[in-house]
């Protein structure tokens, strides 16, 4: 008897929810059937996959194993029957966006993609990059747009354009000085950062290298509003932001940009997806479409020399 894909999705189930009574329900199943499927999966291959613990199924070290193995087979198996019972321009894409992208550069993109294709259901997923490379690994999303370093051998990554971050602060005063700063002079200010994971934050102490020991960090803020709105308040802090994301702000004059001498904060965006992934015809042609629209739009906004 060979394993069939119908007790794979069972199992699958079965790992995450711990409960048979929950997983019949969820798939039109009786818990019989359910538990038939799962004695049978064990017997073909030889051991058992569960333990009950607190009156719940949880996965044993061969269960573990066994789940890692076969979920991104499932998942292509199951892409794979979308792509040909659906026709090509209709779907549902779960894309997972990393927070300034999310804030200042996807939302026209996504507006326009589902003008084109009315009938493709976009879903966003927004988080730090940590989380979004986090959501790709697990399969939670089908693609992610991230900005920062992705350390990953189960992702692939395209780069799809480039971003300046710059330091900004609410005192007019220290940003007046034309020619700029070293960085090391400013370190003594008070700074808020991007929380951990994010990457923006990433970039800049990547950049500071052994000169972030000495940066007196202020205060973590998890969002850029949050932190231009502590920077208006303040009046002292400084920050290190996305060029984009405080355009409005400096043209205002409610933020000032302060000059760094000989030295670029500079990263690049990118479209990141698993190297399992089936990329069905709607996901190619999406992934196509955000790529030349990003180029447009970060062309646009880099200030000219």
């Known amino acids: 008897m060979k394993i069939t894909l119908r007790q794979m999705e069972i199992f699958l189930e079965v790992a995450q929810m711990g409960h048979l009574t929950k997983v019949a329900e969820k798939m039109g199943l009786s818990q019989s059937a359910v538990s038939m499927s799962i004695k049978e999966l064990e017997n073909i291959i030889g051991y058992k996959l569960f333990d009950r613990i607190n009156k719940k199924l949880a996965l044993n070290e061969k269960g573990r194993a066994f789940a890692e193995a076969i979920a991104p087979l499932v998942g292509k198996l199951n892409d794979i029957e979308e792509e040909f019972k659906n026709d090509e321009n209709n779907g549902q894409l779960l894309v997972g966006v990393s927070t300034t992208i999310a804030d200042y550069l996807i939302p026209p993109i996504i507006c326009d993609y589902m003008k084109t294709f009315p009938r493709v259901k976009v879903s966003l997923k927004i988080g730090n990059t940590r989380e979004i490379v986090d959501m790709i690994e697990n399969g939670s999303v089908d693609l992610g747009f991230v900005e920062g370093n992705v350390d990953s051998t189960a992702i692939k990554q395209e780069v799809v354009g480039l971003d300046e971050l710059i330091v900004v602060t609410g005192d007019k005063k220290l940003a007046s000085q034309k020619e700029g700063y070293y960085i090391d002079k400013l370190l003594d200010k008070r700074w808020i950062l991007r929380e951990e994971g994010s990457g923006t934050r990433e970039v800049f102490l990547t ?13 973590e803020l998890r969002h850029p509003e949050s932190i231009k709105n502590m920077l208006v308040q303040s009046g002292t802090c400084l920050t290190c932001l996305p060029r984009i994301s405080v355009m409005k702000e400096l043209e205002r004059g409610d933020l000032f940009e302060v000059k760094i001498k000989k030295l670029k904060f500079e990263r690049q965006f990118l479209l990141i997806y ?3 992934k089936f990329k069905t015809s709607v996901l190619n042609k999406f992934m196509y479409f955000t790529r030349m629209q990003l180029g447009k739009i970060l062309g646009q ?4 020399e």
């Not at 972030?212 to 202020?218: C, D, E, K, P, V």
């Open 301 to 304: 906004q880099r200030p000219s």
């Open 274 to 276: 698993h190297k399992d």
């Open 207 to 219: 950049h500071l290298g052994d000169l972030a020991a000495q940066l007196n960090f202020f205060l």
